[in-house]
């Protein structure tokens, strides 16, 4: 199974949109993740579809993972869609039919992700697991970037990687060079970091030292 570490966009200097995105992109990292979020779904409110459309022009061949913290995604795939997202992540707690909703993102040409959050009980996902490429674990309460990772979410990553083998399990909150190997220990193999690569000077080097942790923990 392949590793992926992915820079989350959340934590760029947004004065320096450009060059934190070619920054990212010259790292290393394996794709950008980028947050949208409504002020309904989570206490925050972030990017809209621009912002992929911007990704796509600054740097088109860095894959996009768009990780939709909405209540209502199903009113906006098509939007992210057109813009450039590649990957589209659903929350599972969002209100609309998910099982009708990951066919649409299949059809518009997306990858299909669904996202649990921290308090969701994962045997919750088990109807979604064959219609899913992806699951994201949040691994801290969605809606803000720097907080600590909950470790009592590892045992969802488990349970996920026990039932579907070849499946991507991405986390995402408070990834480190500390808790990203932990992550991968659980089965997951996709990791974001948004603080800790944007707050490297030099993220080239961080994300080179997570790939050689990571390399320890294959099995
Ligand atoms: C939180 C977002 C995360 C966030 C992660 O709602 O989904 O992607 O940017 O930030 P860090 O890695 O700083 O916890
Ligand atoms: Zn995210």
Redesign the pocket.
């Known amino acids: 199974m392949n590793f992926q570490i992915l820079p989350?966009l959340l934590a760029a200097d947004l004065g320096r949109l450009a060059d934190e995105l070619k920054r990212a992109e010259a790292s290393g990292a394996d794709a950008i993740?980028i947050?949208i979020m409504d002020p309904h779904f989570v206490p925050n409110m972030s990017f809209g579809p621009s912002i992929v459309d911007f990704c796509r022009r600054t740097c088109p061949g860095f894959y996009r993972h768009v990780?939709l913290m909405l209540s209502r995604p199903d009113l906006y795939l098509e939007k992210f869609a057109a813009a450039g997202a590649q990957t589209i992540q659903v929350h599972i707690e969002s209100d609309c039919d998910l099982h009708v909703e990951l066919r649409r993102i299949r059809a518009l040409g997306a990858k299909p992700a669904l996202v649990i959050n921290p308090e969701t009980p994962v045997e919750i996902l088990a109807p979604y697991l064959g219609e899913a490429e992806e699951v994201l674990v949040m691994t801290v309460h969605p809606g803000y970037g720097g907080q600590k990772f909950i470790a009592e979410c590892l045992p969802k990553i488990t349970w996920l990687r026990e039932r579907c083998p070849g499946l991507d399990i991405m986390i995402?909150g408070g990834g480190n060079a500390e808790t990203i190997p932990l992550c991968a220990k659980a089965g997951a193999n996709q990791f974001?970091a948004g603080s800790y690569l944007f707050g490297q000077s030099d993220m080239r080097a961080a994300v080179a030292d997570l790939r050689a942790k990571l390399r320890c923990c294959k099995a």
């Open positions: 989350s993740h947050d990780h995402d974001v």
